[in-house]
């Protein structure tokens, strides 16, 4: 019986991070990526669907890079046309190329609610440009968030609901904190927050913000809270109220865009945004997003007095190739279907394995990225996942690391697919996710 603090086998690892660590703050370029002296992970090299370690240990990769691989690691066809671009005419000049008209024009093909669009290097990026955008033109200061959303790392998107200090049989709200230090106190006064799915606390929250609100910033699945979904109902009704308060509705497709369907969550939903930012899967790793949608809207871009966007790397043409081929895979050739029914063939896998072992369990979002919820009922919202069984989801996923495949342990990230799953040995899958269950199930304390 495997313990769940051993560490994941490898050698080199601590000598690593203790190296790391003399140039880099917590030894890594980010800080979600440590995950402890022992056990933080330096990549060697990824292929396909599996990622390989510096140890020689290979997993399975269901994280994916917090999803933007959607064709593979080292997709040869994006590779090729990434080295071709950048051999043939460079990287960046300052200066516009055709290559932009061209991701934007195959994105529209995919995308029909996008007029027109603007590019960036990050989702963070992006998210700010539409922010930006939509109060450049309603005038407006204020925005709507939901809880549970997560919209990269900027001052005003890093405030959370403080779900470990919340109790939820004393009933009342989660507190609202931010991610950490250094984030300025003023950048949370331009912020309302609400449940997703609880459409009297969106209507509570426009007339408390009294005609302010420029835009309601949501992702309509929650890629950073288990892919819990917005119902159709409540895209309905929210749809409604920002035309009806003069707000606009922006949609972070940051994760589902060209990965939940072809036209992302607008496609699944039959609602329209009136900005939406992509990126992650636009470009299967390289760094290049978007944000775009109305004309009206984004025409608010313009010299003398209106909005302003842009920054030294925008459209450089490693991401634009890189989102130029992805872009014309998704949309010429069936790899989304395929996504789709690999992911379908490991949900019916896992919830087997779970029916064994007599666990209540849910599935939330799309099987290109869904999320495991052992619990009664599919969370409806972020206060709904306190209630299911993260814990022991958390035990689980680190047997299964222990075992070959790669997850976040959080059950707040969802399972990420891409094509090259398609070679996925569902059999492999069934036994080490029984055992990887029966062993944490065993070391539950009692
Ligand atoms: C929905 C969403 N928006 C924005 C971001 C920020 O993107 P980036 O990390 O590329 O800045 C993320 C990142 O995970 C995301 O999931």
């Known amino acids: 019986m495997s313990s769940l603090t051993s560490p994941f086998p490898g050698a080199s690892r601590a000598a690593r991070l203790q190296r790391a660590r003399q140039h880099m703050p917590m030894g890594v370029a980010e800080n979600y990526r440590y995950w402890g002296d022992d056990q933080t992970i330096f990549v060697k090299s990824m292929q396909g669907g ?29 590779d090729a ?26 994105l529209k093909s995919m995308c029909p609610n996008i007029d027109t669009l603007r590019f960036a290097n990050s989702g963070t990026e992006a998210v700010m440009g539409a922010v930006r955008v939509a109060r450049g033109f309603t005038g407006r200061e204020h925005i709507i968030q939901v809880e549970g959303g997560f919209h990269g790392l900027y001052d005003e998107m890093m405030w959370k609901s403080d779900l470990e200090g919340w109790d939820a049989s004393a009933g009342g709200e989660p507190a609202v904190i931010p991610f950490g230090r250094g984030i300025p106190r003023a950048s949370r006064s331009l912020s309302g927050f609400v449940p997703l799915n609880d459409t009297a606390a969106l209507d509570a929250a426009f007339d408390a913000l009294d005609g302010d609100v420029a835009a309601v910033v949501l992702e309509p699945i929650q890629g950073n809270a288990g892919s819990i979904a ?6 309905a009704h929210l749809r409604e109220a920002c035309t009806a308060r003069g707000a606009l509705l922006i949609m972070d497709e940051v994760k589902t865009g060209f990965r939940v369907a072809k036209g992302g969550v607008q496609e699944l939903y039959g609602v329209h945004a009136d900005l939406t930012t992509y990126a992650k899967a636009m470009g299967n790793g390289y760094p290049v997003a978007a944000f775009g ?34 872009l014309e895979i998704l949309a010429t050739t069936d790899a989304l279907a395929t996504v789709n029914r690999v992911g379908e063939a490991i949900m019916g896998v896992l919830g087997g394995v779970f029916d064994r072992h007599g666990l209540a369990h849910q599935f939330a979002g799309p099987p290109s990225m869904f999320g495991v919820h052992l619990g009664e009922t599919v969370p409806q919202n972020y206060r709904d996942w306190k209630a299911t069984q993260s814990t022991l989801y958390e035990a689980f996923a680190k047997n299964l690391i222990r075992s070959g495949l790669m997850l976040e342990p959080d059950s707040r990230e969802p399972w990420f697919l891409c094509e090259a799953h398609a070679s996925l040995d569902l059999g492999w899958l069934e036994g080490i996710a029984d055992r990887a269950m029966a062993d944490a199930l065993d070391d539950l304390p009692r």
Do not use: K
């Not at 890079?65 to 690691?73: C, R, S, V």
């Not at 917005?230 to 895209?235: E, K, N």
């Open 293 to 326: 949608g109305r004309r009206d809207v984004m025409d608010v871009i313009s010299p003398n007095g209106g909005v302003v966007h842009g920054g030294t790397y925008t459209a450089n043409l490693i991401g634009l190739s890189a989102a130029r081929a992805t």
């Open 50 to 78: 599996s990622i390989t370690d510096f140890d020689g240990n290979t997993w399975v990769d269901f994280r994916l890079g917090y999803g933007p691989i959607i064709l593979g690691y080292r997709d040869p066809r994006v």
């Open 230 to 235: 917005s119902t159709d109902a409540y895209m």
């Open 81 to 106: 046309a990434v080295v071709a671009c950048i051999q043939e005419r460079g990287t960046i000049c300052g200066f516009s190329s055709d290559v932009e008209v061209d991701v934007i024009e195959t």
